[in-house]
């Protein structure tokens, strides 16, 4: 059974507000300083991290309903501080209280209501250097807010940072109504309601930055015109960039990186010159008439024509393409591949099973005698298989995103593809590790069930060591310790302690030193105690390294990264949105059991 999802538009009407009925106010909505937030302690908001919109809205109590809007203002960081300058409004119920209680002399403060993109803990009495101050970690460490989107601002009693404030702010004109006699009083406010009125009228709410600043700094109505008239009209494209067709794709390409918010890979991949040209387009839909003049069209009709057009043309979908590969390739490079420490990658011209010899196939060579043969290694016996497959996965971002100039959901589609193609690797690796039969046995020699600790560690090294295959030594290094979290802290003491306790005796007759100590790698993997992988929270791993191949990592094509294809609305009839497919071909297995020592932990 389907959802059903019914949405209801409606205008919102109403009288254009006048100068009785606003009140400019400014707002220091956070310090910038450390303050205490329920879930996270102690906490700090990086303005340089935060992204801020155009107007944020101001409500009474972070209560997100209409009766409790209390105004709008326009966000700035200034002096490590965020700041909103903009109007309470007096004729709705919430406004009308918060200029009372100010005009009363009630000191009132704000608090910010923002979306946690990414944050990082501060361990206890490290001092960090943000928003242009140093702030150290309390006894119970620091939670420090990396990356924030400010969606509103709200006027309470008390706020979480004391050094937050509201002010209302007297208005120019009655400056001089104390002086006045009453009837010019009456004329200043009629002429200045009017005013108002046709700067609210000329902006028709589509232009609050040209409203806010028509009405604070005194403009008249025909200069707020003139002003919404120049908005209004199309920002100049230069039609130069179709001179050089290639110029003009790297232009594209430049500005659609831009507006993804990864500067640095259009300056890296196009040059300064090229990402400096492309800051002409400044948005999604310019970005479309751009595409349409590359193709040698001209750009006609309503946004809505030149979107649908831009995206039937060869040159943006080929952009937007491009780069989302070049920002899901960056996230995927950056994501942690732990499993490259001890897998050998090899690439596979089909999606049959590929066979892989085992570096120790051979275990050594004999001596031949003056007229002898050679001996025979048997290759059937010594060689693993692994079968690569492809994984994939379709998203679509929907066309009011574009025509709304959305663009942070670009590199939010790019981030997410790029975890989902690295995530699927790895689960592929370990789950591989983990549910393989008949590779980890006591006839090897390179299985146990001891739980992690010193002589344990010490039997799994020297089991690997003496392996031998036809009295040949292999010579095969441990190189990685490899355990679920649950044994994080265990290893890491085995590894990593200088010394250790003896309970003896005789201790001053014996070395105190870790022999362990720097021998191994540590490597800590969540994905070996999650029971979907076949995981255990008690079972670690020792293992060579990438050349002695305990396991193998299969690309097809030598295509080692995730290819990503898009497509315009008119690729799927039934869906009208800009849709990616990502697709991976890629298999892992488990390799050379000899070197790879698996402990259970159970005893």
């Known amino acids: ?37 329920p879930g996270l302690g102690l906490t700090v908001i990086d303005l340089a991290g935060m992204e801020l919109p155009g107007r944020v809205v101001l409500l009474a109590d972070h209560v997100n309903e209409v009766r409790n809007v209390c105004g709008s203002g326009t966000p700035e960081i200034r002096d490590g501080a965020l700041w909103i300058t903009g109007h309470i409004a007096k004729n709705t119920p919430a406004g009308l209280l918060v200029a009372d209680l100010v005009a009363s002399g009630i000191e009132l403060q704000a608090s910010v209501g923002a979306v946690v993109v990414e944050k990082t803990h501060v361990r206890a009495g490290k001092t960090i250097q943000v928003n242009g101050r140093s702030i150290t970690a309390s006894t119970s460490g620091l939670t420090l807010v990396t990356k924030s989107r400010l969606r ?9 940072d004391d050094a937050t404030q509201v002010q209302i702010l007297a208005h120019r004109a009655r400056e001089s109504e104390r002086t006045m006699p009453e009837q010019n009083v009456e004329e200043i406010r009629a002429a200045e309601s009017e005013r108002v009125t046709g700067i609210v009228r000329a902006c028709r709410g589509k232009f609050p930055s040209i409203e806010e600043q028509a009405i604070s700094d005194n403009w008249t109505v025909d200069k707020c015109e003139l002003e919404v008239l120049r908005a209004s009209r199309p920002r100049h494209i230069d039609h130069n960039i179709t001179t050089n067709v290639v110029n003009g794709e790297h232009i594209l390409k430049a500005a659609a990186c831009r507006l993804l918010g990864t500067q640095d890979l259009a300056v890296k991949h196009f040059g300064e010159e090229i990402t400096e040209r492309s800051r002409q387009i400044g948005s999604l839909p310019e970005l479309c008439r751009a595409a349409l003049i590359v193709d040698g069209r001209q750009p006609e009709g309503n946004v809505n024509q030149i979107i649908n057009a831009a995206l039937s043309t060869t040159s943006l979908p080929a952009a937007l393409g491009d780069i989302l590969q070049k920002v899901l390739l960056d996230h995927y490079s950056r994501s942690p591949a732990t499993w490259k420490s001890f897998c050998k990658e090899v690439d596979s011209q089909t999606f049959h099973p590929m066979k892989v010899i085992r570096g120790s196939m051979l275990g050594g060579v004999n001596s031949v005698p003056p007229g ?20 994939g996965r379709i998203v679509g971002i929907d066309r009011r995103d574009i025509v709304n100039d959305n663009t942070g959901l670009f590199d939010q589609v790019a981030g997410e593809l790029g975890r989902l193609a690295f995530s699927g690797l790895c689960d592929q690796v370990y789950g591989a590790l983990q549910q393989t039969a008949g590779f980890f046995t006591e006839e090897r020699t390179n299985l146990g069930g001891s739980k992690l600790d010193a002589t344990a560690l010490q039997a799994a090294c020297t089991a690997m060591r003496i392996q031998r295959l036809e009295g040949h030594d292999l010579a095969i290094e441990p190189k990685c310790l490899l355990v679920p979290p649950e044994l994080e802290y265990v290893a890491a003491e085995l590894l990593r302690s200088v010394e250790v306790a003896r309970n003896t005796s005789e201790a001053d007759r014996l070395p105190t030193g870790n022999a362990l100590s720097g021998t191994l790698r540590l490597i800590v993997e969540p994905r070996l105690s999650n029971t979907r ?8 791993y020792v293992l060579g390294d990438a050349t002695a191949a305990p396991m193998v990592v299969a690309y097809v094509g030598g295509v080692r990264t995730p290819t990503v294809e898009s497509f315009g609305f008119n690729h799927n009839p039934n869906v009208l949105a800009w849709q990616w497919r990502v697709y991976f071909d890629h298999g892992a297995a488990v390799h050379d059991w000899r070197a790879a020592y698996k402990s259970t932990g159970d005893e």
């Open 1 to 37: 059974m389907t959802e059903e999802c019914i949405v209801l538009e409606a205008k919102a009407t109403g009288t254009p507000s006048t100068a009785s009925n606003l009140a400019r106010v400014q707002v220091m909505a956070y310090s910038g300083d450390a303050m205490s937030l």
């Open 372 to 391: 002898g043969e050679l001996t025979h290694g048997v290759l059937a016996e010594e060689y693993g298989e692994v079968t690569p497959t492809t994984y």
């Open 152 to 160: 509103e601002v709200s006027v309470t009693p008390c706020g979480a």
């Open 533 to 540: 992988l076949g995981g255990s929270t008690t079972a670690w």
